[in-house]
């Protein structure tokens, strides 16, 4: 792992939501200052209104009194989100598709355009779909890096986190800090994507999840924080710059939810205990960066005061720590309302702005030289399937000549299914090439299969999508749609269907050309999966956004078989596909060896039946995990009796495999949850020693109180006993 860092300061910009949201200020001329009812906006400063101060003083906290705030940028209500993207989080977005860490925040009161900013409308898209199509066309334009993006979509509501792509999942996601890893989150799942249009209609879907509620002041208030994580890898295409190794960094994107009064909110019940916990996690992210911010000004290094920042007082600063820590690149859309009822909370927010300006942080780009990345890993995976893809056709290729040869076998059934394998190996590489994403000048170059919705190279990523309506929220909120991105059309894609809260395959995206494969992940594809998170968890020590996943799905091949219609293939199937892809592989390749030694004159049959009586241990072992193939004929009655019974001897192995499989799962589920609670130990321990540590600075503050006490007493004592000398003298 190699890393150099760069020191930054936290991008901090303000938008002052319109008025009257009909009727928005008109355009000033460039320089112009503006006024919107209380406050004056000139430049990049902020300040109250003269006219309006004495007004907006009685609504503040007399503390709050300062009287200009000047920001990197300042946006006035007619801006566009679009340019506020320009100024602001581009920068954010391009260094995290070079391989810094990156995070964008939206910050502010409920109800002054949070959500408006990080999602936008159809005809205002927000920032999350404008960096979104920013990725991919970043991709695009890179001639010299391939890359593998990953995302997840998480919620913190009620200091719970859920996941937005697995609401099933509430109570199984954990958040613990492990020694060398930093912040990990256990159970939180991954899209792998290939498109812009992809990723909406995952979002969307995840939308349809996420708590929002009415308030007073706003109708469709987030109730919950979201977190919109993207995982970047990339690494220079071989026989390029820098040798190969795997870039991996993290774009997080934060719709905060909006502090309120609950007099103002005019909230109840429920509402007002979620209001409560806002509040309190705000407040916490308040706390955190006035104390990052005095440790800049001081010049104190984050890392040495860590312990002192109260990161672990609310699950979002929990979450945000490896962003906050030092290594990212930060940008806070600070939102404000102008009107003046709302002075109090405007005033907080441009104060959290000016902290949050102090901070410094020092992004690193981090390489990962081992193969413990996604893309290093499809990598070497294409590899073995393109080497067994030609040892198969070197085997087919052997057989048909034995078969022209005056000597030659009988033909049988296998060719067909030779046939099938092939297409099978050839439909995984496929399938494992879609999900690196590259130029479509490098596709080119390098024969990788065309994406269906490359309508010209310059638009390859970009399909024709599912445009929201103008003025609608760009992702719809829509719980009882059957979400549906179509693969073939959108870049070879699997579909994700959202049905009663889990996500889906539809049974029309099934194609036949993939293989089958079980959305359940038997016990080899657990255990490969859990070396993956394993390793994942190596490179999660280096993200910014914090952590490992405890599941990586992707969304990249299709299954092809009713038995796998319903499910929806994941990096996990994946790689049980490829294992049975592999299986099939080795046995066909087993059965093509045996024939070829198999003596051409009749011999004596073997008594199959009593083999099969069956010691299962006795097999020997076949790359596809089957048994061995009989090679004595004396018919082909015979052998086609033989073969059946060894598909029964094969059924019988699998019964038993799957009985391992389940065993093992168990073994896991045990070690994760040791795991777990093996975390809290370590959880409570900390807090233990904290909790001394604090106690350990009371008793030395106490004992230096006593000691200055004893200190003035000694001299009063002295004072006093030269005073009585004096008095004996006279
Ligand atoms: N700059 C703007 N231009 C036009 N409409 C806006 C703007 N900002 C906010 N709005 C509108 O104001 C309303 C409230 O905005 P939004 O829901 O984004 O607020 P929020 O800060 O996310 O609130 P909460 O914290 O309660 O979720 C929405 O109807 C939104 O469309």
Request: one cysteine or more; a neutral charge; proline letters at 4%.
């Amino acid at each position: 792992m190699s890393s150099s860092a760069s020191t930054t300061s936290i991008n901090v910009c303000v938008r002052v939501r319109p008025l009257h949201l009909k009727a928005p200020p008109p355009a000033t001329p460039a320089g112009a200052p503006l006024t919107v009812e209380c406050w004056n906006l000139s430049g990049n400063v902020i300040q109250p209104n003269p006219d309006y101060e004495s007004y907006l003083y009685d609504q503040m906290n007399s503390k709050n009194k300062r009287t200009a705030y000047a920001f990197d940028h300042l946006f006035y209500p007619n801006s566009q989100t679009a340019s506020i993207y320009n100024l602001a989080v581009k920068n954010v977005v391009e260094a995290s598709m070079g391989g810094y860490h990156g995070s964008v925040f939206a910050y502010g009161q409920t109800s002054t355009g949070k959500t408006y900013t990080m999602q936008g409308t159809g005809d205002n898209p927000g920032v999350v779909p404008l960096a979104v199509t920013d990725c991919f066309r970043y991709i695009e334009e890179s001639k010299d890096r391939e890359f593998l993006l990953r995302v997840s979509y998480m919620e913190i509501y009620n200091e719970q986190i859920n996941d937005l792509f697995a609401p099933s999942s509430v109570n199984s996601i954990r958040i613990y800090e492990h020694r060398g890893k930093g912040v990990v989150i256990k159970g939180m799942k991954e899209e792998v994507v290939m498109s812009p249009d992809q990723v909406f209609a995952l979002v969307s879907a995840g939308e349809a999840h996420r708590h929002i509620g009415a308030t007073e002041m706003n109708e469709n208030s987030s109730r919950s924080h979201t977190i919109f994580r993207l995982v970047i890898e990339s690494r220079a295409l071989r026989g390029r710059k820098n040798g190969n190794g795997v870039t991996v960094s993290t774009l997080s994107l934060v719709d905060l939810a909006g502090s309120e009064s609950a007099a103002q909110a005019n909230t109840k019940g429920s509402r007002r205990s979620e209001g409560h916990f806002i509040n309190k996690s705000l407040l916490t992210l308040g706390h955190v960066i006035w104390k990052l911010s005095e440790a800049s000004r001081k010049n104190i290094k984050v890392e040495d005061i860590a312990q002192h920042i109260p990161y672990r007082d609310s699950k979002l600063t929990r979450l945000l720590q490896p962003s906050l820590g030092g290594n990212a690149q930060i940008s806070i859309i600070c939102n404000v309302s102008p009107e003046g009822k709302h002075a109090e909370e405007t005033h907080n927010t441009l104060k959290f702005a000016s902290r949050a300006k102090r901070i410094k942080q020092q992004a690193r780009v981090t390489q990962v030289l081992d193969d413990a990345t996604m893309l290093q890993q499809y990598r070497e995976e294409i590899g073995i399937l393109r080497t067994q893809l030609n040892s198969l056709a070197v085997q087919n290729k052997n057989f048909q000549e034995q078969l022209m040869s005056p000597k030659g076998v009988a033909q049988d059934d296998d060719e067909g299914e030779d046939e099938e394998e092939t297409q099978h190996i050839q439909a995984a590489i496929r399938n494992l090439e879609r999900l690196i994403l590259k130029s479509a000048d490098e596709r080119k170059r390098g024969g990788s299969p065309r994406r269906s919705s490359e309508h010209s190279p310059k638009n390859s990523f970009f399909g024709d999508g599912n445009a929201p309506g103008k003025n609608n929220l760009f992702f719809k909120r829509n719980r009882s749609s059957s979400l549906t991105v179509d693969v073939e059309r959108s870049s070879g894609l699997t579909s994700i269907g959202d049905k009663g809260g889990e996500m889906q395959s539809t049974p029309k995206d099934v194609d036949m050309e993939t293989p089958t494969t079980s959305n359940r992940p038997q016990a080899a594809d657990r255990k490969r999966a859990t070396s993956i998170d394993d390793e994942m968890a190596a490179v999660g020590s280096i993200y910014v956004a914090g952590g490992d996943v405890d599941r990586i799905r992707t969304s990249s091949v299709r299954s092809g078989t009713p038995e796998s219609s319903a499910s929806n293939m994941d990096s996990v199937s994946l790689v049980n596909e490829l294992q049975r892809v592999q299986g099939l592989l080795g046995a066909v390749l087993e059965k093509k060896n045996n024939r070829k030694t198999a003596p051409s004159k009749i011999q004596q049959p073997t008594n199959f039946t009593a083999n099969l009586n069956l010691d299962l241990n006795s097999l020997p072992p076949t790359p596809g995990g089957g048994s061995d193939i009989p090679t004595n004929f004396s018919s082909k009655d015979e052998e086609i009796a033989a073969l059946k019974s060894s598909n029964k001897k094969l059924e019988m192995e699998k019964r038993l495999r799957k009985a391992d499989a389940q065993f093992l799962e168990q073994s896991l589920n045990d070690k994760d949850q040791m795991l777990c609670e093996v975390a809290n130990v370590l959880d409570a321990v900390e807090k233990h020693q904290e909790s001394l540590e604090k106690e350990n600075t009371e008793l030395a503050e106490a004992l230096s109180r006593m000691q200055s006490i004893l200190a003035s007493r000694e001299s009063e004592l002295l004072r006093i006993k030269g005073i009585n000398a004096d008095e004996e003298v006279f």
